[in-house]
């Protein structure tokens, strides 16, 4: 199976995704160390309601390595785990263009703080050169060439096609797709929606080791009612289990919902409650001490 979708930025605002056939969509999120889409949460949230997969991109500037990667993730870190991470790798406006080895830190830093490989955005023209960083880091590549800028839709196989391996192909700038009037960049990523959640969270591919703690088991299960829950402290950790010892993988700040499947765990000493996110995968977050005493989200 292929999917068809289409990557924006700030220049397509006022896109509505309800209107737009794509079966993805990928959403400029930051750029260097100081920029961020006003209108990307505005389209991240749609594709959330809608259902459909998607992915936020980070415009490399060359402005410090980890200072990127930092600024990236502290900016995205609620879309961890349920969209893929992509990095936009061009010349254009950017201090280090052709100096791969400062791609290949900013993806270790993601790496480091997600345990996720992101996958890197660059033109054909730089394919031998930035395989390279990707065939080291476990990255996959998206590869942007057009045959020409002719208004097109899209394309069942782009011109070129099967000319270097990648995993998402941007093959059109002028792309115009019923219920929107402006261009838009054409993609078609070679995999299905299992193969999409596999980028979007490594947790899904990599071996978690073994915690140097353990949970106290219980014999007595929290009641907690399926629904949708607002936090009400300045910042809770999501983890990938119901102890203070699981990863932690993303974090939600105070005002935001996340809804909750029913039941939950006690372990040092907290009641944790469970949903799953966009990949399919049970995060854990904790939802008061086993006091109760202070309760971190309460029902909406």
Known sequence: ?????????????????????????????????????????????????????????????GVGATAEADYFIDNCKNYIGHGILCLDWESNQNNEWGNESYLGNVVSRIKERTGINPIIYVQASRYRQVKAVADRQNCGLWIAQYANNNTTGYQTTPWNEGAYTCAIRQYASNGHLNGYDGALDLNKFYGNLNAWNKYADATTTTTVKPATTTTTPTTTTPTIIAGKYMVTVDALKVRNKPSLSGKALAQYSKGQTVTLQAGGTIADGYIWAHYKAYSGATRYIALCPVTKKTWYLKRV
Do not use: E, W
Request: hydrophobic share 35%; net charge positive; charged share 20%.
């Open 1 to 61: 199976m292929r999917m068809n979708g289409i990557d924006i930025s700030n220049y397509q605002s006022t896109l509505d995704l309800t209107k737009v056939p794509c079966d993805f969509v990928i959403i400029k999120a930051t750029q260097g160390t100081s920029y961020v889409n006003p209108s990307c949460d505005k389209h991240v949230q749609q594709a959330l309601k809608l259902d459909k997969p998607f992915g936020v991109y980070h415009y490399i500037s």
